[in-house]
């Protein structure tokens, strides 16, 4: 039931970390696959790259227009493209705010308003979000990306309970922190980057980062038609970070 061969599928953030783990399982599967990033160069054959920023409607509608041309149509949506942001409520101008709340919540929006037409023709649909231990965890020095993860969080229950009679299944994975270029970049910027991995690992209960193909492995389990009952659900792989 983990066969994807036969379907078609579309990933934002799809050239890097979480995404491109993704991207890459999908197609190992047997789907055929696309991805939408700012910069999907290097995301590696068989994958099929199309540029669009998630918080530009036009580049969006564009990207996903091109995609499921090339496909053929679309049966799995991934919205995976998001951004962070460190602080207190103290901490980030309204701009910040603005911003990331525009990528992370709106860039759902868009890309799924984009898709839905094509997923509405699809006998196997289905669209995984990704959100974050972030929306449910209460994380120091994370208030606007918290927030920003609550929404998607939200988002996926509502989208469920809107599509669900149209065929078309939304859930939403939450990582807990995740070995990716993004967290590789939080770590250099670290005054001592081992001291920082270490405290991020003691921070995971079961003592280590995630792998990006352990979330891979999560979203296509929900993307695929093993999971064709379940909808409006988020599945944490977060190293019990959740349930402490
Ligand atoms: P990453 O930085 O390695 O990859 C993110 C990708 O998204 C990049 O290829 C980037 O170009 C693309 N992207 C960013 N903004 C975009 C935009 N406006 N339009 C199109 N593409 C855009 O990051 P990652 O760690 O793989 O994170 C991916 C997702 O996982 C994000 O939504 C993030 O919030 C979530 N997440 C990550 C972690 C973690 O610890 N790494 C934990 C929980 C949730």
Partial sequence: M???HGLRA???GGASG???ATATLL???GAQVAVLDLDPSTAPKPLLGFTADVSDDASVRAAVAAAVEALGGLDILVNNAGIGAAGTVEDNPDEQWHRVLDVNVLGIVRTTRAALPHLRRSAHAAIVNTCSIAATAGLPQRALYSASKGAVLSLTLAMAADHVREGIRV????PGTVDTPWVGRLLDAA????????ALQARQPHGRLVSADEIAAAVAYLAGPAAGSTTGTSLAVDGGMAGL
């Fill in 2 to 4: 983990n066969d994807l």
């Fill in 191 to 198: 005054p001592d980057p081992a001291a920082e991995r270490a």
């Fill in 18 to 20: 979480i995404g491109l």
């Fill in 27 to 29: 197609a190992e599967r």
């Fill in 171 to 174: 859930n939403c994975v939450n």
């Fill in 10 to 12: 579309l990933v934002t």
